[in-house]
């Protein structure tokens, strides 16, 4: 599993990459929502997905790559 967070890590730098992996989620989730289910759950799906693949992506790079903080870019 280090392996792979060394290799996500060194895409950007995390806080832009938290802000790329939270839209991502948004709109993969929220646009589908939108057809289906309306804008207001959009907004709240949408959103709820963006955070849980935000925190996911953080706990990936602070369990296994602790000096990201660090780490000379």
């Known amino acids: ?40 759950a959009r907004d709240w799906l949408g959103t709820l997905a963006g955070i849980f693949a935000a925190l996911a992506y953080i706990v990936l790079v602070v369990g296994f790559y602790p000096g990201v903080q660090t780490a000379a870019r």
């Open 1 to 40: 599993m280090r392996p792979f967070a060394e290799v996500v890590v060194s895409f950007a730098p995390p806080p832009l990459m938290v802000a790329i992996v939270f839209s991502v989620a948004y709109l993969l989730v929220g646009i589908p929502v939108h057809f289906t289910r309306g804008a207001t």
